[in-house]
């Protein structure tokens, strides 16, 4: 029973990273096999929140780099841009080196 838990939150973490799985975590589980454990469900879930936690993320910086080029291509300050995009100067540099 735990290699077929451990088999099934190994499935799950390897379709999150490779492909994109649209259907929610409970889904999975019930097509996956009903003897999942209430520990492995757990685990499924703690992986599923991070994954959705690192999107968010991802997409907030993503948002930030866009907002940092408009600005530096309107000729905004770069301290203004790092506090308000919350990147770092670094980033900032970096970014008026590639927009020039």
Known sequence: M???NEFV????????????YD????DFARI?????????????????EQLIHRGMEEGK???????????????VDPQFIAKFTELSLAQIKKLQQHEK
């Open 2 to 4: 735990e290699e077929k």
């Open 9 to 20: 939150l190994s499935l799950y973490t390897y379709i999150e990273n490779v492909y994109t």
């Open 23 to 26: 259907a929610p975590v409970e």
């Open 32 to 48: 996956a096999g009903e003897e999942i454990s209430p520990q492995a469900a757990e685990d499924i879930m703690t992986i599923a």
């Open 61 to 75: 910086l993503e948002a930030n780099l866009a907002s940092a080029k408009k600005m530096i291509k309107e000729g």
